[in-house]
């Protein structure tokens, strides 16, 4: 037991060594792609900030020198992988603020929004995709299906405009756009914060409700399904303690993907609404060429992809037996 | 409700059919509610801020929020020509010295007394900034007693007032600076109209009135009237539209064009509108084929339908630009725009004329760069269509503006659209446009002649003369045709109609000290 035991922590922790190695290797290659990638893009910071208000040589000289831009992009890529070696992601370019705090800044909005959009594209979509898998080829079915499409394929500032007209124009019940943070005052930041979650709940429920659908009908016809009903098993047993519980797989795997775009910041409902979160950092910045900023929040944003996969693979292991005993063996 | 706040009327479609016009006078000199004190409001603004260090390059917004922190020793009024600020007055004593009266006990926001020595101060912040080059002719600033200091010169610099009255030659707390390091561009203090509260960049920026503030208006009342303003980020301009109608937000920073005929229409919304010193113009790459002959540059400006543009492009908001004087400048020659070179309506008879002078009687093709928003894509093709008329064929080349700014910046064009914001003094737009060494001449234009009358405009001692020459320049330029002149932009703002007495100069600033707002 004890030999088994001690086997299995050290598949533990190697397979969290590899992970921590590929978590390394991950975040060089996104950091060299970004700084190069932006770079090749067209367009300079100095000349961008300010536009043609001044475009004076000296001016623009001066700007240059002090935003560090005159070393060569060489000279420029080593001092900021040397920096954030030492934890010093740089400073933005336009206002010289630290990017970490930038980035610690915008994190708060986004994860709370994408966990928000998340919990209530989940909550809808289980029952929605349950409801249809059991009637399918119905009319309920036929329904859900249609506002699973609609989910899908209306552009998220479409259901963002439609909400804002609905709930802050013709009811006033909720305001148009703004943040106030959490700690600051709970009920404001909840009234700011439901139309936004609702957008991209809606979107992520149009794609959940499609998998969840898919996986019901495909477990339901599989033969235990079968076995069970004819042993007498209640038929809301039956669909929720066996086939919901082994559909659940896809619709894990699909959700930590929808996750991952959520909480890397949602670029166009973060715009819309006026949610300083990590979307619309990423935005602004691009615009600006605010080379610190964007290399920082996309390495922020690739990290997060990196835990939810990591997440995804542990939810796995609870969900699934045989996954668990093919790792410990 | 549509308010126009300049002595200028709108040409434009739509403006005169919309409601009263308020004339601009009343407007600067008796707030129609008057002077309520107290209060504060909301401006909605289109982009997160960045630094807000004067003596930094910042962009548009944080400038105009900082011109409602910090003082500068000169100011211009709605009439464009220099006036007190935090310096009383002046006077030059040579042509190298210029002597100063501060305003005797301002003390800065931290406590801090704005003197003579705190302006010495600012000024060796200047120069050591990115702006330091529009300096370079400073040679000493002397502290001759707590209210008095004189600037000392290398050479003549007649435009001295008109740059200590940019932002970039604001004044600043000393103490404050020096405790705040690096972090003055997030916490700039000075003796402004306002004092800073708080800065979120991404979302907001509170400030609130400096009691203290020198500032009066006509009736000897203190200003500013409001006890905090705040900035709040709105990046989506439907939204930002939707929150001024549900009173989210007081006051729109800028109106896009297209959505200004919908707000003219609502009567709980008051529309500014007024023309800026800006133009929206092509540069012509004057050392290349086809552009280098001046003929064919004369041809493309006089076959554009500037009136047509005017009111397809821009809802009527826009005016022709008939010249790189506008009419907001003391320059300006109503009578006779641009040396009556170019007018609102095409020449065609004019530009066949000087396409054969310049042996192209079929025409020619070029590539017009140009940035891909809506209102200047929506100009070139007005223009590709307007040109197509005298067989000159235009291919556009819609770019994202970091790359057309590029472009630009290294002379790599044949012609390129483009707008720009303007320059309240006539000495900072000819001297950067049009002289052969211009820090704006990216068409390389050069023409010796009109050098030495622009040299000589910039140093004429009164406003009349320099007025003169500067007809006398605008001609010659519009002879030399170094930009294609389409329109001049306006500067448009919304605000929520119990908010009264801003004023709108065109100079695209935002000068929250004399706004007022009633509760109902």
Not at chain 2, 11 to 31: E, N, Q, R
């Amino acid at each position: 037991m004890s030999a088994r035991l001690s086997h299995f922590f050290v598949t533990i922790v190697r397979a969290a060594g590899n992970r921590l190695v590929e978590l390394a290797i991950v975040m060089v290659s996104v950091a060299t792609m970004v700084f190069v990638l932006l770079r090749v893009v067209p367009g300079d910071p100095v000349l961008i900030l300010g536009g043609l208000d001044t475009l004076d040589r000296a001016v623009i000289e001066s700007a240059r020198e002090q935003m560090g831009l005159d070393r060569s992009m060489l000279e420029q890529y080593v001092i900021w992988l040397g920096n954030m070696a030492i934890g010093d992601f740089g400073q933005s370019l336009r206002s010289g603020a630290p990017v970490s705090q930038l980035i610690g800044n915008a994190l708060p909005p986004t994860l709370q929004l994408g966990i928000m959009a998340l919990v209530i594209g989940i909550a809808l979509s289980i029952p929605l995709g349950v409801a249809a898998a059991r009637r399918a080829g119905t009319a309920t079915d036929a329904g859900i299906t249609t506002f699973s499409i609609i989910g899908i394929s209306t552009p998220p500032f479409v259901i963002a405009l439609a909400l804002i007209y609905l709930f802050a124009v013709h009811l006033r019940l909720l305001p148009v756009a703004g943040y106030v943070p959490f700690d600051e005052d709970p009920l404001e930041n909840l009234r700011h914060m439901a139309l936004p979650a609702l957008t991209l709940g809606l979107v992520t429920a149009g794609v959940l409700v499609r998998i969840m659908r898919r996986s019901v009908i495909d477990e339901l016809g599989e033969d235990y399904v079968r076995t069970a009903r004819s042993k007498g098993v209640a038929e809301s047993r039956v669909v929720y303690g066996h086939a919901v519980r082994n559909a659940a797989l896809p619709f894990v795997t699909i959700a930590g993907i929808e996750a991952g775009v959520l909480l890397s910041g949602a670029i166009i409902t973060e715009t819309i609404f006026a949610i300083p979160g990590l979307g619309r950092l990423m935005i602004d910045n691009i615009n600006q060429r605010d080379y610190p900023v964007v290399q920082g929040a996309v390495l922020a944003v690739a990290f997060i992809y990196v835990l939810i996969n990591a997440f995804v693979d542990a939810l796995y292991r609870v969900l699934d037996p045989r996954i668990r005993t093919r790792l410990a063996s | 409700m549509f308010e126009l706040d300049r002595r200028l009327f709108l040409k434009g479609a739509g403006a005169a059919a919309v409601t009263p016009i308020i004339g601009s006078l009343a407007t600067l000199h008796h707030p129609a509610h008057a002077a309520t004190q107290g209060g504060s409001i909301v401006i909605g603004v289109p982009e997160s801020f960045g630094s807000l260090d004067p003596f930094r390059r910042i962009g548009r917004l944080d400038y105009n929020a900082v011109i409602n922190i910090l003082d500068t020793l000169v100011t211009y009024g709605a009439d464009s020509i220099p006036a007190p600020g935090l310096a009383e007055s002046w006077e030059r004593s040579d042509d190298l010295t210029w002597r100063f009266q501060l305003r005797p006990d301002v003390v800065s926001t931290d406590g801090t007394p704005m003197d003579a020595e705190a302006v010495k101060f600012s000024f060796d912040k200047i120069r050591e900034g990115n702006f330091a080059s529009q300096f370079a002719r400073i040679e000493s600033v002397d502290v001759i007693s707590p209210t008095e200091f004189e600037i000392k010169t290398t050479e003549s610099f007649p435009t001295l007032l008109v740059e200590l009255a940019q932002q970039y030659a604001s004044m600043i707390s000393p103490a404050a600076f020096e405790a705040a390091g690096d972090g003055f561009g997030r916490m700039p203090i000075g003796s402004g109209p306002f004092k800073i509260d708080s800065l979120e960049p991404n979302s907001e920026l509170v400030m609130s009135r400096n009691e203290n503030w020198w500032g009066r208006d006509a009736d000897g009342n203190a200003l500013p009237y409001l006890d905090s303003v705040t900035w709040r980020v709105l990046p989506d301009n439907e939204t930002a539209a939707l929150a001024l109608q549900t009173g989210e937000i007081d006051f729109l920073y800028s109106l896009p064009t297209a959505l200004a005929p919908s707000m003219m229409g609502n009567s709980d919304i008051t529309v500014s509108s007024a023309p800026t010193y800006g133009w929206q113009y092509m540069f012509f790459h004057c050392e290349q084929p086809p552009f280098d002959n001046v003929h064919v540059r004369r041809a493309v400006q006089l076959a554009i339908d500037r009136q047509a543009i005017a009111d397809a492009v821009s809802f009527g908001t826009a005016i022709p630009c008939l010249g790189p004087i506008t009419p907001s400048s003391w320059a300006y020659d109503a009578d006779n725009p641009g040396g009556g070179f170019v007018g609102s309506a095409p020449d065609l008879d004019a530009a066949r004329a000087e396409l054969a002078e310049a042996g192209m009687e079929d025409g020619f093709a070029f590539t017009m760069i140009h940035p891909t928003f809506p209102e200047l894509s929506a100009m070139a093709q007005a223009l590709q269509a307007q040109l197509a008329e005298i067989g000159i064929e235009v291919t556009l080349e819609g770019k994202e503006i970091g790359a057309v700014l590029d472009n630009l910046f290294a002379s790599d064009f044949t012609g390129l659209l483009i707008d720009w914001s303007g320059r309240i003094d006539e000495a900072l737009v000819f001297g950067s446009f049009f002289r052969s060494d211009g820090g704006n001449n990216f068409g390389k234009f050069a023409d010796p002649a009109l050098d030495e009358v622009i040299d000589k405009a910039a140093t004429a001692p009164t406003i009349e003369e320099r007025a003169a020459l500067y007809q006398e320049a605008e001609a010659m330029v519009m002879q030399g045709s170094p930009l294609a002149w389409v329109l001049v932009p306006s500067e448009i703002k919304a605000m929520s109609s119990n908010v009264t007495g801003f004023v709108n100069q065109g100079d695209l600033r935002l000068r929250a000290w004399t706004i007022t707002r009633s509760e109902s």
